[in-house]
């Protein structure tokens, strides 16, 4: 469910990268030379239910700031996308969170009328119970409280909807969380910001600025690349832009991402 798009300076965003990296990865960027992340969600559908993971920015925008690793944001599409799937906001049960960054929280915390009305806010217990360290990063005090009445907390392994699992992936937050979706003998794990660029497939020792533990965030990469190298395995990366669905493949170079074609 596309909501919007992020401009993220290369170097800036993840700082232990170099020039020379980039001249050599010009497929990464942009014509303005920045690599561009989507933003959004991702819709799971069991028969009539329906959960959302993750719930985009939200109707605004914000500009680019000096000095800040992320340019311009802009959001406001998940609910036309819903509506292209014959899904109305309300009709959602549950919004489960990867993590309490705002760019995953937008369209459940604004009071927007009719806007999953119904939905339960799913957070893992180890993020919400350190919720106040993503204030560094955006998420106000008031974005929390009008979250908090609805939040239920969840941990590792649960069950959440049908053949739809928990996975804590801690590094980018405190609690970040993956979500691994079971169907048809294939499984596919949506790894939120665990990666931000394909490009960390291949380099997952490279950490976002905005990770709250580097080196966790790091080893925590290097297993996920692992977990998608498994064999019947799709991931699902949200600021992944056009190659949101891929799979990790494993050749002589190393482990690269690649679109899933069918």
Do not use: C
Request: hydrophobic fraction near 40%.
């Amino acid at each position: 469910m596309p909501d919007g798009s992020v401009q993220l300076t290369p170097r800036g965003w993840l700082p232990d990268t170099t020039d020379e990296v980039w001249a050599a990865h010009p497929e990464y960027l942009d014509e303005s030379g920045n690599l561009v992340g989507s933003i959004g969600g991702l819709l799971v559908e069991r028969g009539d239910r329906a959960l959302l993971i993750d719930a985009g920015f939200g109707p605004r925008s914000l500009p680019a700031q000096p000095g800040n690793p992320h340019g311009a944001i802009h959001g406001g599409t998940m609910l036309d996308n819903l509506a292209t799937l014959s899904r109305k906001p309300e009709e959602i049960e549950a919004v489960a969170f990867t993590h309490l960054h705002i760019d995953h929280l937008g369209w459940a915390w604004q009071p927007t009328p009719g806007v999953f009305t119904g939905a339960e806010y799913l957070v893992a217990e180890r993020e919400w119970s350190q919720r106040h360290l993503v204030e560094a990063h955006g998420t106000t005090g008031e974005i929390l409280d009008a979250l908090h009445p609805r939040v239920r907390t969840v941990a590792d392994g649960e069950e959440i909807f049908p053949d739809v699992h928990v996975m804590v992936t801690p590094g980018h937050t405190a609690g970040h969380t993956a979500y691994v979706i079971t169907a048809n003998g294939q499984r596919l794990i949506a790894f939120g910001d665990v990666l931000h660029s394909p490009i960390q497939v291949d380099h997952p020792e490279w950490s976002a600025a905005s990770d709250h533990d580097h080196g966790l965030s790091a080893d925590v990469r290097r297993r996920m690349v692992a977990e998608l190298a498994e064999p019947r395995t799709i991931g699902f990366g949200v600021h992944f832009a056009d190659v949101v669905f891929g799979e990790v493949h494993l050749d002589g170079d190393g482990p690269a991402w690649r679109p899933v074609t069918d």
